[in-house]
C-alpha cells in the first residue's frame, strides 16, 4: 500500500534534518567514506568465495608492523615464501628446522587466517645431502618420508599444499614434457602420482595442488600440464587445483590470453579447480616514471584476470607478497630482468606500504565476480 504524498514529503524532510544533525555531530576529522573504500581485498573476496593470500616470511610478519597491517587487512590466506622449503627445514637428515613456518601458522591461527603449504616435491631449494640419496637410490624412500614428516607435522592445519611444483618443461625433451629432474631420473614419472596419494593419505582434509608457472605464456607448457592432469585424474589420484604461479611480465613477454582461457576450460573440463598461487609482475622496463610502471603493471594483471575469471573463480588469489618492499624480483638473482637490483613494482603496495594501481586493479577485478552468498 503506497504512502500518500504529503506525508511522504514531510517523512523525507525530517530523515534529512535528522541525518543533518547527525552530520553536525561528527568530528570534523572524520572522512566520511563509502563502503567501497573500506572494504578490504580480504572482505570483497571471501564474499565471492575466494581467499585472498599472500607470501610471507616469519620476520614480516613478526617484526614489520606496517607489513603485517596490511597483512591482516587484505589477506585471508599466508604461504611460506621459502621457510617450509626442503633446504630449509630439513638441513640435514635428522636435523629439522620448523621454526619459521611454525610461526606463520601460528600467527595465522592466532589472526584467523589459513595457510598453503608451499613445496613437499620440487628440483629446487633441495639440501645437497637430499640430492645424494636420491641420486643414490634412495629417492622413493625419501619422497615418502619427506612428505609424511612435513605434511604430517601440518596435517589438518594447512588449507591447500603445493604437492608437486614445476614439474613441467617440454624443452627438456623428455616424454610428457616433464622436467629432467632428480625425481624423474630415480623413480620415472610415477614421482608425481606416488606424492600425491601420499599427501592425501597424510592429510586427507588439505586441498592437494599441482603447482607451475607460464601456462599462461607458453602453449607447449600448458598443453602438457593439462595432459598431465588428465592422466593423474584418470587414475584416480587426488588432484583437487591446478595452482596458476601467475608470475606476469609488463613488457617483456605477451600474454598468451586465449591460451590461457582454453588452459582454465581444460583443466575445469576434467574436475580440477584452478587457483593462482605466485601473482606478481615482472618488469623489464624500469626507466618509465613509477605512474606509468603502475599503470603497466595494472593493465596486464586485469587482462589476467578478466580470462581467468571468465572461466572459473579460483577459490586462492595469492600474490607472491604483498608489497615491493620484500619482493624477489627486486634481486638480480631471480631477475635476470634487473641486473641492477633495482625496486620492482610488481605487488599491490609500495616499499612505503602505500595501495598502488595493482592494489585497486585486484579489488575491481574481484568485485566483477558475482556474489557467492557463502563466506569461506
Ligand atoms: O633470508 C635467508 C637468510 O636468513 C638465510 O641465512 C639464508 C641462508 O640460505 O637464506 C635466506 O633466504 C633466502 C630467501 O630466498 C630470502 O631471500 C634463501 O636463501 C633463498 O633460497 C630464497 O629464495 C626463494 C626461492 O623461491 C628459492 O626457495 C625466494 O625467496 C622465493 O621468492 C622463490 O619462490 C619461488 C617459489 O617457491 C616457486 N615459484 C617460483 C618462485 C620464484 O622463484
Redesign the pocket.
Same mark, same amino acid.
Given at each position: 500500500m503506497s504512502m500518500p504524498r504529503r506525508e511522504f514529503l514531510g517523512a523525507c524532510m525530517a530523515a534529512a534534518a535528522s541525518l543533518a544533525r547527525a552530520a553536525e555531530r561528527m568530528p570534523l576529522n572524520t572522512k566520511v567514506v563509502s563502503l567501497a573504500e573500506e572494504e578490504t581485498l580480504r572482505q570483497a573476496a571471501q564474499r565471492r568465495g575466494i581467499k585472498v593470500g599472500a607470501?610471507v616470511?616469519s620476520?614480516q610478519l613478526l617484526r614489520d608492523d606496517s607489513f603485517k597491517a596490511a597483512v591482516l587487512r587484505d589477506c585471508a590466506l599466508l604461504v611460506p615464501? #621459502?621457510e617450509l622449503?626442503w633446504?630449509?627445514v630439513c638441513k640435514g637428515p635428522l636435523q629439522n628446522d620448523f621454526s619459521g613456518f611454525d610461526a606463520i601458522v601460528r600467527f595465522a591461527r592466532e589472526n584467523g587466517l589459513a595457510v598453503r603449504g608451499?613445496?613437499l616435491v #620440487?628440483h629446487?631449494?633441495m639440501p645437497d645431502w637430499a640430492l645424494n640419496e636420491i641420486r643414490n637410490g634412495n629417492a622413493a624412500r625419501l619422497l615418502d618420508e619427506h612428505i609424511r614428516l612435513v605434511a604430517g607435522r601440518y596435517a589438518t592445519r594447512v588449507f591447500s599444499w603445493d604437492v608437486v +611444483?614445476?614439474a613441467i618443461k617440454p624443452e627438456d625433451g623428455m616424454p610428457g614434457g616433464l622436467r629432467d629432474t632428480p625425481w624423474l631420473r630415480a623413480l620415472g614419472d610415477g614421482y608425481i602420482e606416488r606424492a600425491f596419494r601420499i599427501a592425501h593419505e597424510v592429510d586427507p582434509t588439505a586441498r592437494l595442488v599441482y +603447482?607451475d608457472?607460464n601456462m599462461e605464456y607458453e602453449p607447449a607448457k600448458a598443453k602438457a600440464i593439462v595432459a598431465l592432469v588428465k592422466k593423474l585424474k584418470d587414475k584416480g589420484v587426488p588432484l583437487h587445483a591446478v595452482g596458476m604461479?601467475s608470475?606476469l611480465w609488463t613488457t617483456r613477454r605477451k600474454l598468451d590470453l586465449p591460451g590461457l582461457r582454453d588452459f582454465c576450460r581444460a583443466i575445469v573440463r576434467e574436475g580440477v579447480e584452478v587457483v593462482i598461487t605466485?601473482l606478481d609482475v615482472r618488469e623489464s622496463d624500469f626507466d618509465s616514471s613509477a605512474e606509468e610502471r603502475d599503470r603497466r603493471i595494472a593493465s596486464v594483471t586485469g587482462a589476467y584476470l578478466d580470462t581467468v575469471f571468465a572461466e572459473c573463480v579460483p577459490r586462492e588469489l595469492v600474490l #607472491?607478497?604483498l608489497s615491493d618492499r620484500y619482493s624477489?624480483l627486486s634481486?638480480p638473482k631471480?631477475n635476470p630482468e634487473n641486473p641492477q637490483g633495482l625496486l620492482n613494482r610488481g605487488l599491490p603496495y609500495d616499499r612505503e606500504m602505500r595501495q598502488k594501481a595493482l592494489w585497486q586493479v585486484l579489488m575491481d577485478k574481484i568485485r566483477s565476480v558475482p556474489l557467492s552468498g557463502k563466506q569461506i
Open positions: 607470501a616470511s620476520e615464501e #621459502w622449503k633446504a630449509t608451499h613445496p #620440487w629446487a631449494a +611444483n614445476e +603447482n608457472y604461479q608470475h605466485e #607472491w607478497g624477489w634481486k631471480f
